[in-house]
């Protein structure tokens, strides 16, 4: 099943603003009808408190960074806010970034990334919103997403990413998410942009020659 055939069953919520309209707005992840149930629920179990075998230590060093108790989607969004980028020298100029609502703490989670889980090679081929989540799976944020699609790449921005993409386990739902994080030990203040690297095989992809590019390691 395509993805534009399965997308018409989304559940949407009111959008905030800046967010643009040809883009439906989530507030959680949209898993579709391909991915294997039995791997669904190793990512979204239905029971809390139910200890899955299959969740061996090797398949949670491979998939979680990172374990602990986090805030709701409701409470992150706090923490965010879309703007449209006017300054010329930016390279994005015109379409829309992704700052700080409010002061920024090392390794704070700020926002889940959220889109249409997808199962091996499911997601569109042309989709600039896709992260890996598992081994098999993906998040594509191309069609529906939250405000994380809107975080840009470092380059052209600023010296270094402030902010990092990883996967944590939340300890009351045991789900595994992806989340956009503070990198490094630095604040980020009030009105900052959240800027990310998309990783050199993004823009190799896509024709761009970084092999001359670099950023300081966290």
């Known amino acids: 099943m395509n993805q534009m055939t399965y997308l018409r069953n989304v559940k949407t919520v009111p959008s905030p603003s800046g967010w643009t309209p040809e883009t439906k707005y989530i507030d959680k992840l949209f898993w579709s009808p391909n991915v294997p149930i039995e791997l669904r629920d190793l990512f979204q179990p239905m029971k809390a408190t139910?200890?899955?075998p299959?969740?061996?230590?090797?398949?949670?060093?491979?998939?979680?960074?990172?374990i602990g108790t986090f805030p709701g989607i409701k409470e992150q969004k706090r923490n965010i806010k879309i703007k449209k980028l006017t300054d010329k020298n930016?390279?994005?100029?015109?379409?829309?970034?992704?700052?700080?609502?409010q002061?920024?703490?090392?390794?704070?989670?700020?926002?889940?990334?959220?889109?249409?889980?997808?199962?091996?090679?499911g997601?569109?081929?042309?989709?600039?919103?896709?992260?890996?989540?598992g081994t098999e799976l993906?998040?594509?944020?191309g069609r529906c997403g939250n405000e994380a699609r809107f975080c840009n790449d470092f380059r052209g921005?600023?010296?270094?990413?402030n902010v990092c993409f990883m996967n944590y386990m939340d300890e009351k739902s045991k789900h595994i998410k992806v989340g956009i994080f503070v990198n490094g030990n630095r604040k980020i203040?009030?009105?900052?942009?959240?800027?990310?690297?998309?990783?050199?095989?993004?823009?190799?992809?896509?024709g761009v020659d970084m092999s001359g590019q670099q950023h300081k390691k966290q």
């Open 50 to 52: 139910v200890e899955d």
């Open 54 to 66: 299959r969740r061996t230590i090797n398949f949670m060093n491979e998939h979680v960074n990172l």
């Open 90 to 101: 930016h390279p994005c100029c015109g379409a829309y970034g992704l700052f700080a609502a």
């Open 103 to 121: 002061t920024l703490h090392p390794k704070q989670l700020i926002l889940d990334y959220l889109g249409v889980v997808e199962y091996k090679d």
């Open 123 to 133: 997601y569109e081929a042309t989709s600039d919103y896709v992260l890996r989540y």
């Open 138 to 141: 993906s998040i594509d944020a």
């Open 157 to 161: 921005c600023g010296p270094e990413p």
């Open 189 to 206: 203040k009030k009105g900052e942009e959240l800027l990310v690297t998309y990783g050199k095989s993004f823009w190799a992809k896509r």
